[in-house]
């Protein structure tokens, strides 16, 4: 037997040898509890050995960088082209074809607010809208009650859970494995078919924390408009690239196929490159249009191919883990007419942080027609780079810190860290940087104009 193929029945067998000691183990955790909750950690535990299967088979990089070239002109459209077809009336019936999924990832968590459990499932609780002309109706569904997978020492690969309990030495122990199994959830719910069943012809995905994805009626009638032999069965929101968004995935053209290329299967060598504005201009948005009956057919014929992302992480014991996870864009490449559309950076308003909700809640931007808009008095298209430090982590400390938002239509950059207020009225302009160091404490004036300033020291408005 040659030397290759010495190492390569070495290297099966060690894979079996990992595979057996997972199952092993897996089934060690299960019998830690019982009843429904067995079960359905069983069901989890199912599509986790899938995925730590085919962890197990990848030999390599998933991606060779010599082989990854930008989209054809083609492949991605620009919002202004989609949006100067004129909207026909009978767009309106479109959306009885639609479904609306919003993917709730613990929206609100990391700022304190109530919400569901940080641990479900990005994809755990759903939001299905079935929109119609006159009303709209909401209902609420959950695909799976607990959506939770074992993280993995990196050293054993075997879990690092002791027993399927959540708290004590065991809350580091479980993560939500992303969004990606949001097909395979679909299909054997049963909700896939029963959806096609009542004619629906699409679904539009979008984060639960994006306040920009709306329906789009423009979208949704360049969908509609294509003859049927010839509609895009997949179609994912871009948008240009700022410096806030170097980690976001991006599109790429790889074995004459659309691509979604994530910064986890980047090669070291190459992240720079991958955050460059220049030659990766746009990003994901993670807003999805994508084809009902064409899910059905890559599930019947299993022909879903999501590339396995390696999240490597370290527990506050320091121990090495790694989590598996995969994402609902990366099956852009398995659909037919897949494309791309460079929408506006009003559609994508993501609120992780109270920097976020900062922007949001600011006169930068208003309400119109359930949208959120840039006002028409700011005179650049971009928003503004806001950076508040841990003293506004929490909504509670955010709202108690300013008497009301400033003015920000013509702010370029702030910072804030440390013990600062804000009082009523304050304006802010340009680059603002606002430091208050240990001890110190800054109280903004109300009324107050900063433009093009750095506040540093102490300052204490006291009422007398």
């Not at 089934?27 to 359905?40: M, N």
């Not at 994809?123 to 079935?130: A, K, V, Y």
Request: a neutral charge.
């Amino acid at each position: 037997m040659s030397p290759n193929a010495v190492m390569t029945e070495f290297q099966e067998k060690l894979r079996q040898q990992h595979e057996n000691s997972m199952h092993k183990e897996l089934e060690k955790l299960l019998s830690t509890t019982s009843g429904a909750e067995a079960e359905c950690s069983r069901k989890d535990f199912e599509g986790f050995k899938q995925l730590f299967h085919r962890f197990l088979q990848v030999k390599g990089p998933s991606v060779d960088w010599a082989k990854i070239n930008r989209p054809p002109e083609d492949s991605i459209q620009p919002y202004e082209r989609i949006r100067a077809k004129a909207l026909p009336e009978a767009v309106a019936s479109g959306l009885n074809k639609l479904v609306v999924v919003k993917l709730n990832g613990g929206l609100g968590t990391s700022m304190g607010c109530k919400g569901p459990k940080s641990l479900i499932s990005v994809r755990n609780e759903n939001t299905f809208l079935d929109l119609t002309v006159q009303q709209i109706e909401v209902q609420r569904l959950r695909l799976d009650e607990e959506d939770l997978y074992p993280r993995i020492n990196k050293e054993s690969l075997l879990p690092v859970a002791t027993n399927m309990s959540l708290t004590g030495e065991n809350s580091e122990a479980w993560y939500p494995p992303g969004h990606g199994d949001i097909y395979a959830s679909f299909y054997n719910s049963g909700l896939l078919e029963k959806l096609l069943s009542e004619g629906k012809e699409y679904i539009f995905v979008s984060n639960i924390d994006n306040l920009g994805a709306t329906v789009d009626l423009h979208i949704l009638n360049h969908l509609m408009s294509q003859p049927a032999d010839r509609r895009c069965e997949f179609v994912m929101e871009v948008t240009d690239k700022t410096r806030a968004d170097v980690k976001g995935g991006t599109l790429i053209q790889y074995d004459n196929k659309l691509r979604l290329l994530e910064i986890a299967q980047v090669p070291k060598a190459h992240v720079d490159e991958f955050k460059s504005v220049t030659k990766f201009k746009i990003f994901n948005t993670n807003n999805l249009w994508i084809s009902l009956p064409a899910i059905k057919r890559l599930q019947q014929q299993n022909s879903l191919d999501l590339e396995i992302i390696v999240n490597p992480k370290t527990l506050d014991g320091g121990l090495n883990v790694i989590q598996l996870e995969t994402a609902v864009g990366a099956a852009i490449k398995s659909f037919d007419n897949a494309l791309g559309i460079n929408v506006p950076r009003s559609r994508f308003l993501p609120v992780k942080t109270s920097s976020d909700l900062l922007l949001v809640m600011s006169n930068l931007y208003s309400l119109e027609a359930g949208s959120l808009t840039m006002s028409a008095k700011r005179e650049f298209p971009t928003t503004p780079h806001v950076k508040l430090g841990s003293s506004f982590t929490k909504v509670q400390d955010f709202l108690r810190r300013f008497e009301s938002i400033p003015d920000m239509l013509e702010l370029d950059h702030l910072t804030v860290s440390g013990d600062v207020t804000f009082g009523k009225q304050v304006t802010l302009k340009g680059t603002v940087i606002i430091i208050a160091n240990h001890g110190d404490r800054i109280d903004i004036p109300a009324g107050a104009m900063l433009e093009n300033k750095i506040v540093s020291g102490n300052l204490r408005i006291l009422d007398h």
